[in-house]
């Protein structure tokens, strides 16, 4: 069973920094895609970043030029640096990790942590 397992959230102040780490229990290469969503109260999950096997990296609008995603091969584990915090960024951050499955055409599993809150408040 994959486990990841975040760390780095905490309070920090409008125009602060914060880096979230995600440590998986498989290598990253077992996923077709990592990366980070997050949900703030009232609102859907989104997805904030993600890297893919194939080279490719995803940015929401809303974070680009603030985050950046990034991963350590060897250690497993994936990074968010977080700059020029606003308030709005206020959400608990999750870390996923998708897999393709061979069949059906299509399919595949995502895991996920278990969330880490980050609030960004004077």
């Known amino acids: 069973q994959v486990q990841l397992v975040e760390s780095g959230g905490g309070l920090v102040q409008p125009g602060g920094s914060l880096r979230l780490s995600c440590a998986t229990s498989?290598?990253?290469?077992?996923?077709?895609?990592m990366g980070w969503y997050r949900q703030a109260p009232g609102k859907e999950r989104e997805l904030v970043a993600r890297?893919?096997?194939?080279?490719?990296?995803y940015y929401a609008d809303s974070i680009k030029g603030r985050f950046t995603i990034s991963r350590d091969d060897a250690k497993n584990t994936v990074y968010l640096q977080m700059n020029s915090l606003k308030p709005e960024d206020t959400a608990v951050y999750y870390c996923?990790?998708?897999?393709?499955?061979?069949?059906?055409?299509?399919?595949?599993?995502?895991?996920w942590g278990q969330g880490t809150q980050v609030t960004v408040s004077s």
């Open positions: 498989a290598s990253i290469f077992t996923f077709n895609a």
């Open positions: 890297f893919t096997s194939g080279g490719n990296t």
């Open positions: 996923n990790a998708r897999k393709i499955l061979g069949s059906p055409r299509g399919a595949y599993v995502d895991y």
